[in-house]
């Protein structure tokens, strides 16, 4: 019988509070189901476009930096929502990319709302996908509920080794933080000169990108034609097929992928 995959919500949503949640353990021909969500657009603005909904019992879920756009909103600007919703479920998957000086981690509020849970993954600024480890932070009451049905086997052996090794890699941390600013920095302005892009502002390790021609059409000639690969953004009902999104590497790696894609756009702006 086929089973339900967890769907995990990538943009900012306001979920109802009465959810079904994947059991560890349950019977695997147990129904699941899903309540509905109420998604929400996320635009470059100051503050996230949030109300509180028409639910009485009423949960956010926010990841920050945002995915795909790479939006980072500042703490105070979050911090109203806690006495807001019942539920706010931040996932700072991708905060480790930004210094001590620029992160906005909510975690040193967590003892004082009870309704706050922090996401953290150690996947992405260690690139530790394979492992597939990460951790919640969440009010001591809540933590044990969860420890009633949770995995007694979450992380294995190995995926522990590697994280103890990954966390205590300071230099690594450091030097990752040295020349992600500058080389993100410089992606931007590259793509920005491209015509018929218009790159988003990010706080990540990947920039968000629109386009005036198929992004399907620029992925596949990057890579038939450059061995290059980008990701396309057609899993995003919001975004669709006139944006992509690129990771932030080297400037000689940032330098190859740009000049293929200007020149990619050149040809088909000049065949139009």
């Not at 539920?87 to 967590?110: G, H, K, N, R, Y």
């Not at 502002?201 to 968000?208: D, K, M, P, R």
Request: charge should be positive.
């Amino acid at each position: 019988m086929p089973l339900a995959e967890k769907y995990y919500p990538v943009h900012c949503r306001s979920i109802p509070w009465v959810m079904a949640i994947p059991w560890v353990g349950r019977s695997r021909n147990a129904p699941t189901t899903f309540a509905p969500t109420m998604s929400l657009p996320i635009p470059q603005s100051p503050n996230p476009p949030i109300s509180q909904s028409a639910h009485p019992q009423s949960g956010l879920l926010l990841n920050n930096p945002h995915n795909p756009t790479g939006k980072l909103w500042t703490k105070e600007e979050i911090l109203p929502y806690l006495k807001q919703f019942n539920l706010v479920v931040i996932d700072e998957a991708f905060m480790d990319f930004l210094t001590p000086t620029q992160e906005q981690s909510l975690i040193p509020w967590v003892a004082e709302y009870p309704n706050l849970v922090i996401l953290r993954s150690l996947t992405k600024f260690y690139s530790l996908p394979g492992l597939r480890i990460g951790y919640a932070i969440a009010h001591p009451d809540r933590l044990k509920k969860w420890q009633q049905w949770r995995d007694p086997w979450s992380v294995n052996t190995l995926a522990a080794a590697a994280t103890a090794a990954a966390l205590q890699d300071k230099e690594f941390q450091q030097e990752t933080w040295n020349w992600l600013t500058p080389a993100r920095s410089r992606l931007f302005e590259q793509l920005k000169a491209i015509p018929g892009l218009d790159p988003l502002e990010g706080a990540a390790n990947y920039l968000l990108v629109k386009t005036e021609m198929s992004a399907t059409k620029l992925q596949e000639q990057l890579l038939k034609k450059y061995q290059i690969v980008i990701r396309d953004c057609l899993s995003f009902p919001e975004l669709g097929d006139r944006y992509f999104r690129i990771a932030v590497r080297l400037p000689p790696e940032n330098d190859r992928l740009t000049e293929a894609i200007a020149a990619i756009v050149l040809r088909v702006m000049g065949n139009g």
